[in-house]
């Protein structure tokens, strides 16, 4: 919302040296983020006066026309001289008082202005159009001055241009519509100033006529509960908008049309009413107000030829023909508080006019704007609610304005269709705004804030029951108020609307800063602290954390290699998604992962290592339909267990994907590719961070999808499956465009029971005993399972074992292979002998022999 101060102070007597700072810190105190303040007096720096034009002279010769003028700027140039000046525009003659801008000024757009030769002539300056000084898009000629302003040659232009002004834009929250008005701003800073006020919407109008002043019928009043309009015969077509007029528009960012439809949008602005303009000699017949049918369209001012929707509002023609079978009430006119249609529209040749200012459902017109995505200026306002005691005042002003400046007689008939519901009075104990802010407010004050705000502040509760007239409750008679809202706050419907309304007058800046206390607690849940302490442990070892999406695309189950009976591929369909490519929530977290380090591949890095935690959406196969809750009242037990049952599931999951190197090379030496092994020590790595010990963790071979069959691993805990890793598919990586040996991590976090309550270990200071020990066996026997046959024959004097090589040769023979493993030997309480060790040690494999069959390498 932009606007000049100079149009808020006809409303509000502002201080006369009210400072952009000063006015800066009033908006921000009551609300109202302000986005700039702009001082136009600043925006042309140097010299800009009055001038009078002495002579032209036409130069031949040149592509376009070219005048070179004498203008008489006084003494402003140091001379008294006439200025030379070379000149383009045609609209302007001997005698005019035109703008000028003078060497050592700059333009708006830091255009600096100079003497120079041009055309074969000295050209001292220059004059100005409306766009150089930035007070609008008209460039076709320069600003000549009215005959009647005021100002001889010299004298500064700024005042009579609108250069003198300030202009102020807001960014108005959703539920301050009536901010989007000179009315309302003026309003709000006679609250921040404590100056007086005068309310331009509640000023005299005459009522309804008995003579329509036009035929109108409302079918629809809950779509439109208040229609009036006003005629006007006998317009000025060629009457142009007043100066400050246009100005005033031009500095709200709206563009000059003509008369009757600058007169539409300057009261739109300055009261918050849209308003539309029909050309009565276009129209065939009455105006009928309904909503839309199947299959009727049109053709909006924008030049758009729109389909419209049942749920549409319209202004029809009832003397045409309906353009559907059923419709019954002509051709749609008017997209009704949205934007007007061309075959009714206001044209140079109008010369009857018809204002039409009605109040409209919200709803309604916020849902036909996003509809047909067309968000004009009357939508805006509308969607955030107009006030609907204005529609006669603002058709009496503007039939004022055109009788005014564009002549014109306005007929005696006035329309009024009034079907306003009177606003309902909201219950409200004055000790409430104190309580909950923490400011004592006494209830005078509660009461005196209220009313500044423009509600009526009735008794109480009980006695407006009683009685509805009841008169407005002195200072201290109670506590219990009734208080009904004024009509140009739809905003205030609760008790809580009207605290914080009591607050941001009496002032932000007066509410203590006070931390509320913490509540007695437990810190975190154990869950909680597991995923902390996984992030943590993966975040240490170079991952990089990623938090997409979890929307995917239906074909993600066929791209990943699903299977038509996979437990992932049924999914949960959102009824209203972001995107209509990704209507499905994730059932593994694989799949938006995976585009993440496609995303970053594409971007040109290289080497990468991301994780996620997060959950997972498991579809209940036999969940039926939500139960159908209301938001008057809290749900019931029962409810609310019948809605738990529809809620999928959802485990958290930790993934994990790399490709590229795990170590750079570098000038220390070659590096590492990311392979299926990281994928796994990374899953060893969660599950010692989720507090597992290694001696209840296993990993062994797995088929999943979509990894590659050979290159799998299952991660057990106490036998339970709960994740695999390994490389991926190459299918799945060529059909998701990753490079090959793509690695990658799955693991149900929830699925890994809780972690051992741990004791504190005892450390030994007695000397370890180092033994490595190297079995050949069967290459189908996996690496844990042989790790584990040598724990358990290692028996208690085993501290740590760690598997250090891993060979195969033509000596071993076909199927067999090599793995050496360094076993660390200690007690407690005494150095080991080597007997002892070694007893251990013979122990440990034998027990691998007998289960697996393992000899000694070299033996």
Same mark, same amino acid.
């Given at each position: 919302?932009?606007?000049?101060?100079?149009?808020?102070?006809?409303?509000?007597?502002?201080?006369?040296?009210?400072?952009?700072?000063?006015?800066?810190?009033?908006?921000? @105190?009551?609300?109202? =983020?302000?986005?700039?303040?702009?001082?136009?007096? =600043?925006?042309?720096?140097?010299?800009?006066?009055?001038?009078?034009?002495?002579?032209?002279?036409?130069?031949?010769?040149?592509?376009?026309?070219?005048?070179?003028?004498?203008?008489?700027?006084?003494?402003?140039?140091?001379?008294?001289?006439?200025?030379?000046?070379?000149?383009?525009?045609?609209?302007?003659?001997?005698?005019?008082?035109?703008?000028?801008?003078?060497?050592?000024?700059?333009?708006?757009?830091?255009?600096?202005?100079?003497?120079?030769?041009?055309?074969?002539?000295?050209?001292?300056?220059m004059i100005c159009s409306a766009r150089e000084l930035g007070l609008g898009e008209d460039h076709t000629g320069i600003v000549v001055l009215p005959a009647e302003a005021p100002g001889k040659p010299g004298d500064d232009a700024r005042p009579l241009v609108g250069l003198d002004d300030v202009v102020i834009e807001?960014?108005?929250?959703?539920?301050?519509?009536?901010?989007?008005?000179?009315?309302?701003?003026?309003?709000?800073?006679?609250?921040?100033?404590?100056?007086?006020?005068?309310?331009?919407?509640?000023?005299?109008?005459?009522?309804?006529?008995?003579?329509?002043?036009?035929?109108?019928?409302?079918?629809?009043?809950?779509?439109?509960?208040?229609?009036?309009?006003?005629?006007?015969?006998?317009?000025?077509?060629?009457?142009?908008?007043?100066?400050?007029?246009?100005?005033?528009?031009?500095?709200?960012?709206?563009?000059?049309?003509?008369?009757?439809?600058?007169?539409t949008n300057y009261l739109m602005v300055e009261l918050g009413q849209p308003m539309h303009a029909f050309d009565v000699d276009r129209l065939a017949g009455a105006l009928v107000v309904r909503r839309a049918v199947t299959g009727e369209r049109i053709t909006t001012l924008d030049g758009v030829d729109r389909a419209?929707?049942?749920?549409?509002?319209?202004?029809?023609?009832?003397?045409?023909?309906?353009?559907?079978?059923?419709?019954?009430?002509?051709?749609?006119?008017?997209?009704?508080?949205?934007?007007?249609?061309?075959?009714?529209?206001?044209?140079?040749?109008?010369?009857?006019?018809?204002?039409?200012?009605?109040?409209?459902?919200?709803?309604?017109?916020?849902?036909?704007?996003?509809?047909?995505?067309?968000?004009?200026?009357?939508?805006?306002?509308?969607?955030?609610?107009?006030?609907?005691?204005?529609?006669? !005042?603002?058709?009496?002003?503007?039939?004022?304005?055109?009788?005014?400046?564009?002549?014109?007689?306005?007929?005696?008939?006035?329309?009024?269709?009034?079907?306003?519901?009177?606003?309902?009075?909201?219950?409200?104990?004055?000790?409430? +705004?104190?309580?909950?802010?923490?400011?004592?407010?006494?209830?005078?004050?509660?009461?005196?804030?209220?009313?500044?705000?423009?509600?009526? !502040?009735?008794?109480?509760?009980?006695?407006?029951?009683?009685?509805?007239?009841?008169?407005?409750?002195?200072? @201290?008679?109670?506590?219990?108020?009734?208080?009904?809202?004024?009509?140009?706050?739809?905003?205030?419907?609760?008790?809580?609307?009207?605290?914080?309304?009591?607050?941001?007058?009496?002032?932000?800046?007066?509410?203590?800063?006070?931390?509320?206390?913490? +509540?007695?607690?437990?810190?975190?849940?154990?869950?909680?602290?597991?995923? /902390?302490?996984?992030?943590?442990?993966?975040?240490?070892?170079?991952?990089?954390?990623?938090?997409?999406?979890?929307?995917?695309?239906?074909?993600?189950?066929?791209?990943?290699?699903?299977?038509?009976?996979?437990?992932?591929?049924?999914?949960?369909?959102?009824?209203?998604?972001?995107?209509?490519?990704?209507?499905?929530?994730?059932?593994?977290?694989?799949?938006?992962?995976?585009?993440?380090?496609? /995303?970053?591949?594409?971007?040109?890095?290289?080497?990468?290592?991301?994780?996620?935690?997060?959950?997972?959406?498991?579809? /209940?196969?036999?969940?039926?339909?939500?139960?159908?809750?209301?938001? /008057?009242?809290?749900?019931?037990?029962?409810?609310?267990?019948?809605?738990?049952?529809?809620?999928?599931?959802?485990?958290?999951?930790?993934?994990?994907?790399?490709?590229?190197?795990?170590? +750079?090379?570098?000038?220390?030496?070659?590096?590492?590719?990311?392979?299926?092994?990281?994928?796994?020590?990374?899953?060893?790595?969660?599950?010692?961070?989720?507090?597992?010990?290694?001696?209840?963790?296993?990993?062994?071979?797995?088929?999943?999808?979509?990894?590659?069959?050979?290159?799998?691993?299952?991660?057990?805990?106490?036998?339970?499956?709960?994740?695999?890793?390994?490389?991926?598919?190459?299918?799945?990586?060529?059909?998701?465009?990753?490079?090959?040996?793509?690695?990658?991590?799955?693991?149900?976090?929830?699925?890994?029971?809780?972690a051992p309550v741990r004791t504190a270990p005892r450390i030994s200071g007695y000397p370890p005993a180092l033994i490595d020990v190297a079995l050949v066996v069967a290459d189908t026997v996996a690496a844990a399972d042989l790790e584990r046959a040598l724990i358990e024959g290692a028996g208690e004097l085993l501290?740590?074992?760690?598997?250090?090589?891993?060979?195969?040769?033509?000596?071993?023979?076909?199927?067999?292979?090599?793995?050496?493993?360094?076993?660390?030997?200690?007690? +407690?309480?005494?150095?080991?002998?080597?007997?002892?060790?070694?007893?251990?040690?013979?122990?440990?494999?034998?027990?691998?022999?007998?289960?697996? @069959?393992?000899?000694?390498?070299?033996?």
């Amino acid at each position: 919302m932009r606007v000049s101060l100079s149009w808020l102070r006809e409303y509000v007597d502002l201080p006369a040296e009210l400072g952009t700072a000063e006015l800066d810190a009033a908006l921000v @105190g009551l609300g109202l =983020e302000p986005e700039s303040i702009v001082d136009l007096r =600043e925006t042309v720096a140097g010299p800009l006066v009055v001038g009078e034009v002495r002579q032209i002279e036409e130069l031949t010769g040149f592509k376009k026309p070219i005048r070179f003028c004498l203008v008489d700027v006084g003494g402003a140039n140091g001379t008294g001289e006439p200025q030379e000046i070379v000149c383009g525009a045609r609209n302007f003659a001997v005698g005019d008082r035109v703008v000028v801008v003078l060497p050592g000024a700059v333009l708006p757009g830091g255009f600096a202005i100079g003497a120079r030769k041009t055309y074969g002539r000295n050209s001292n300056g220059m004059i100005c159009s409306a766009r150089e000084l930035g007070l609008g898009e008209d460039h076709t000629g320069i600003v000549v001055l009215p005959a009647e302003a005021p100002g001889k040659p010299g004298d500064d232009a700024r005042p009579l241009v609108g250069l003198d002004d300030v202009v102020i834009e807001v960014e108005v929250s959703p539920d301050r519509g009536y901010a989007l008005s000179v009315r309302g701003i003026a309003r709000e800073l006679s609250h921040a100033f404590d100056v007086p006020f005068r309310d331009p919407g509640l000023v005299p109008a005459p009522g309804a006529t008995a003579q329509p002043a036009y035929p109108i019928e409302v079918r629809d009043p809950v779509g439109c509960d208040r229609f009036a309009a006003r005629l006007v015969r006998g317009v000025d077509p060629a009457a142009p908008t007043p100066d400050w007029m246009a100005r005033r528009l031009t500095a709200a960012g709206i563009r000059t049309i003509s008369l009757p439809v600058d007169i539409t949008n300057y009261l739109m602005v300055e009261l918050g009413q849209p308003m539309h303009a029909f050309d009565v000699d276009r129209l065939a017949g009455a105006l009928v107000v309904r909503r839309a049918v199947t299959g009727e369209r049109i053709t909006t001012l924008d030049g758009v030829d729109r389909a419209l929707d049942p749920e549409d509002l319209v202004i029809c023609d009832a003397g045409l023909p309906d353009g559907i079978a059923g419709a019954g009430a002509g051709v749609p006119v008017s997209l009704a508080a949205v934007m007007g249609g061309e075959t009714s529209e206001v044209v140079p040749s109008t010369t009857d006019v018809l204002f039409e200012a009605a109040h409209w459902d919200p709803v309604t017109v916020s849902r036909t704007a996003r509809r047909h995505r067309l968000f004009s200026e009357a939508a805006k306002r509308w969607e955030r609610g107009v006030d609907p005691a204005l529609p006669l !005042v603002a058709v009496d002003r503007a039939v004022a304005l055109l009788t005014t400046y564009g002549g014109g007689t306005a007929e005696p008939g006035i329309t009024d269709l009034n079907q306003v519901r009177p606003r309902t009075p909201i219950s409200l104990d004055a000790g409430l +705004p104190g309580r909950r802010v923490g400011v004592d407010y006494p209830p005078a004050r509660v009461v005196a804030l209220l009313e500044r705000v423009g509600c009526q !502040v009735a008794a109480g509760a009980d006695r407006l029951a009683e009685d509805p007239g009841s008169v407005t409750m002195a200072a @201290g008679d109670g506590t219990a108020l009734a208080v009904t809202p004024p009509s140009w706050r739809p905003d205030l419907t609760d008790p809580v609307d009207l605290v914080e309304e009591v607050v941001r007058l009496d002032g932000y800046d007066k509410v203590p800063g006070v931390l509320p206390p913490a +509540p007695p607690g437990r810190g975190l849940t154990a869950a909680q602290r597991r995923r /902390r302490a996984v992030g943590r442990a993966l975040t240490g070892s170079g991952y990089v954390e990623v938090v997409p999406w979890p929307f995917v695309a239906p074909e993600l189950a066929d791209q990943l290699g699903l299977a038509a009976d996979d437990p992932r591929r049924p999914a949960v369909r959102l009824a209203n998604p972001l995107a209509d490519t990704a209507p499905l929530l994730r059932t593994s977290l694989l799949g938006p992962l995976l585009a993440a380090l496609r /995303r970053n591949l594409g971007r040109g890095h290289r080497d990468l290592a991301l994780y996620e935690i997060g959950p997972v959406f498991l579809p /209940r196969p036999d969940a039926g339909p939500p139960p159908a809750m209301g938001v /008057r009242q809290r749900p019931s037990a029962d409810e609310f267990a019948a809605a738990d049952a529809v809620v999928p599931a959802q485990p958290r999951h930790v993934a994990v994907v790399l490709a590229g190197e795990i170590e +750079p090379a570098g000038w220390w030496g070659a590096g590492r590719p990311a392979g299926w092994a990281d994928a796994v020590q990374a899953g060893r790595l969660v599950l010692e961070a989720a507090g597992i010990p290694a001696g209840r963790v296993t990993v062994r071979a797995g088929e999943q999808v979509p990894w590659h069959p050979g290159r799998c691993a299952q991660l057990l805990v106490d036998d339970r499956v709960v994740g695999y890793a390994g490389e991926l598919h190459p299918a799945v990586l060529a059909t998701m465009e990753l490079p090959r040996r793509t690695s990658a991590l799955e693991l149900d976090l929830d699925a890994v029971p809780p972690a051992p309550v741990r004791t504190a270990p005892r450390i030994s200071g007695y000397p370890p005993a180092l033994i490595d020990v190297a079995l050949v066996v069967a290459d189908t026997v996996a690496a844990a399972d042989l790790e584990r046959a040598l724990i358990e024959g290692a028996g208690e004097l085993l501290e740590s074992i760690r598997l250090f090589d891993v060979y195969a040769s033509e000596q071993l023979g076909a199927g067999r292979r090599s793995l050496a493993y360094k076993l660390t030997f200690r007690a +407690p309480d005494r150095t080991l002998t080597a007997e002892e060790a070694v007893a251990a040690r013979d122990a440990a494999v034998a027990e691998a022999t007998r289960r697996h @069959g393992a000899t000694l390498r070299g033996a």
